[in-house]
């Protein structure tokens, strides 16, 4: 697709338009939240959530400004922001960045961080309120250093990468070559050593309109072996037609776990059991790479990959594949990922071998029938629902639709932005009417389906999966709402919006009540507010209600009363403290993703106090209808759907 760097400025003027708060004022970690929802389009990360842990030293050139931890927790991933890109003062010739030096005076300030945060050099200097200092412990200690195989910074900024080879400057991609911390630490008498891959990626607005323009396709992964690995893989063909070919092979399990410890879940995007997120190694293959790992081939059936282009060349009459085009793993991921995470844990995996075939399909088009066909006639190894985890679901077609029809009782619409990058598509559209349409769907009457699913879900007994944001949330709100498996049929009808449209003014408002910056409860609020509204739903449309919330009075309003606005308060502020108590971590943000903490909370005392007082008692007759919940509300019980 052919872009110019106006468009790729307007999209960042559009951007700093929808992260400005009511002073004019550009924070940086709104930037953050507006564009990881872009990288989790992309791939690059899990979930949209992140750990704000902001730290900045302008005189010792260190900063960082959020992180998060992969789903299997092998990759930190760091962010920091150019708050430069941000200053709407800039003029052009500002905004364009041809030379990586621009680029690398903030890495190195991520880098020097990580690097004092390792030494301990910053651990005795901070203080327990100071945002970074979950994030330093991490770093600072063996169990930190034996978790992360790799560290990923991604530094976002809103400046365009430019050649100016030509008339005219022309948007190009920079790449930023690898590199490794070697770390060390004391087991007994024993020292372990070992290197930590470091990864560095610009996130620029080149990167971030690509993605909103592509809406949702995402970008392919292109694995040279050779280049990144230092061989190539030794292939048969067993198959040659027009658009189609495949090779056989046997792979090593270096190959496997050079490949995981790369790119991660990136490997299985189309692999439907990807969305499983196992944990660690499956207990049959550590049990056969721990006792018969010669025999691992005879008993594991194998990998299926696919791409669109391969890189093939023959030498001594033998063929070998240089490098894959739109690489992915679609049947075989658990095996990948177990035998990457058995090494880990110490077995030896120098006997592994895995059978694999590469069917590659020149025509790109045909790539999804294949993956289909190959995931229906595999044998499966764990029970994987038969739901549309995209945004051509027919049941998201049903809320777009209704998003566009239903007026609300203020004579306003909302914009549910069904595939990434709609509505700026809608504006570019739109042309010299575009400042119209703006006004018209604010920010604050704007939701994608990630965000979608994690206000729909904050009320039920999930808030830890709400935590963790991405394909987990997502695919709970879509399994909710699909029909099948004996589940009560839900009509996507206009009371399920209304009620919909209601939970999300109420999720919205708490993330108001709770703040950002200086002047917040904390550094907890995604946590914090999913936790407080499923305490809400517990007490009310949950297993210990007597009565439903009765959304209609939002809906009517358009907004939160403030007598509710008020207890809305109470409640945020004792969950805050509360996912403090009670985490068995100091990282409380990464704590509260597990189910053990959301129902040490729900349990505790201090909720049954709390929701017993005379306050709790009078909100809640107010605000309850006393009917049985609607089909469009969440299941009534509070048991965790895992």
């Not at 990360?45 to 704000?52: K, T, W």
């Not at 018209?440 to 999930?462: C, D, H, I, N, T």
């Not at 709390?610 to 469009?632: D, E, Q, R, V």
């Amino acid at each position: 697709m052919d872009i110019d760097v106006d468009e790729l400025l307007s999209c960042r003027e559009n951007i700093l338009a929808v992260v400005k708060d009511e002073n004019g004022f550009i924070p940086q970690n709104a930037i953050l939240t507006e564009v990881l929802p872009s990288l989790l389009d992309a791939k690059r990360v899990d979930s949209e959530d992140y750990n704000e842990s902001y730290f900045c030293n302008e005189i010792e050139k260190l900063k960082v400004n959020a992180y998060q931890v992969n789903e299997t927790g092998e990759r930190l991933q760091i962010f920091i922001v150019d708050e430069n890109s941000v200053d709407e003062t800039s003029n052009k010739d500002d905004l364009l960045v041809s030379e990586k030096q621009e680029y690398e005076k903030f890495f190195k300030k991520s880098i020097k961080f990580i690097r004092s945060a390792i030494s301990q050099n910053l651990m005795d200097s901070m203080q327990d309120s100071d945002p970074a200092k979950a994030l330093v412990a991490h770093l600072s200690h063996p169990d930190g250093l034996k978790q992360f195989d790799v560290i990923e910074i991604f530094l976002v900024s809103l400046k365009a990468t430019v050649t100016f080879k030509g008339q005219q400057p022309q948007p190009r991609s920079m790449r930023f070559p690898e590199d490794s911390i070697k770390v060390s630490w004391r087991e007994g008498v024993e020292t372990i050593n070992k290197e930590i891959l470091l990864i560095r990626e610009i996130i620029d607005i080149n990167f971030i309109f690509n993605v909103m323009a592509s809406k949702g396709n995402r970008e392919p992964l292109e694995v040279n072996f050779q280049k990144s690995f230092g061989y190539s893989i030794d292939v048969i063909e067993a198959a040659s037609e027009n658009n189609f070919q495949s090779y056989l092979c046997v792979l090593s399990a270096d190959v496997l776990t050079d490949l995981y410890r790369r790119y991660s879940s990136r490997l299985l995007e189309k692999n439907v059991r990807s969305f499983l997120q196992f944990k660690g190694a499956n207990k049959g293959i550590k049990e056969t790479i721990r006792k018969e790992p010669e025999k691992f081939i005879a008993f594991n059936n194998g990998l299926t990959i696919t791409a669109t282009k391969a890189k093939v060349f023959e030498k001594r009459k033998r063929k070998y594949i240089e490098a894959l085009h739109d690489l992915q793993i679609v049947n075989g991921g658990q095996t990948t990922a177990s035998i990457y995470f058995s090494k880990k844990e110490g077995l030896d995996v120098s006997k592994v071998k895995v059978m694999a075939k590469i069917n590659v399909v020149d025509d790109g088009s045909e790539v999804d029938d294949l993956v289909s066909k190959i995931s229906k006639y595999s044998n499966t190894q764990s029970r994987v629902s038969n739901v549309d985890l995209r945004s051509r679901s027919p049941q998201l077609v049903r809320l777009k639709a209704l998003s566009e029809s239903v007026v609300n009782p203020q004579g306003d619409k909302w914009f549910f932005e069904r595939a990434r990058g709609d509505f700026n598509t809608k504006l570019r559209i739109a042309g010299s009417n575009s400042a119209r349409l703006k006004r018209e769907y604010p920010p604050e009457r704007r939701f994608s389906k990630e965000q979608l699913a994690k206000y729909f879900s904050s009320w039920g007994g999930v808030p830890h999966l709400v935590k963790k944001g991405g394909e987990k949330i997502f695919r709970h709100f879509i399994e909710y709402i699909t029909p099948g498996c004996g589940k009560p049929h839900i009509e996507i009808d206009r009371d399920f919006y209304e009620r919909l449209v209601s939970l999300i003014i109420i999720f919205k408002r708490c993330e108001k009540i709770y703040g950002t910056g200086k002047n917040s409860m904390g550094q907890l609020r995604s946590a914090v507010i999913p936790y407080a509204l499923a305490i809400l739903y517990l007490y009310t449309d949950g297993v210990k209600g007597e009565h439903v919330f009765n959304m209609n009075i939002i809906w009517r309003s358009g907004k939160v009363p403030d007598d509710l606005d008020g207890y809305l308060e109470s409640l945020l502020l004792m969950t805050n403290e509360l996912i403090k108590k009670y985490s068995k971590s100091e990282d409380y943000g990464e704590y509260s993703k597990k189910e053990e903490l959301w129902l040490d909370v729900s349990k505790s005392s201090e909720v049954k106090e709390f929701m017993s007082s005379s306050n709790s008692t009078k909100i809640l007759a107010k605000y309850s209808s006393g009917c049985a919940i609607s089909s469009g509300g969440q299941p009534q019980s509070a048991e965790v759907i895992k």
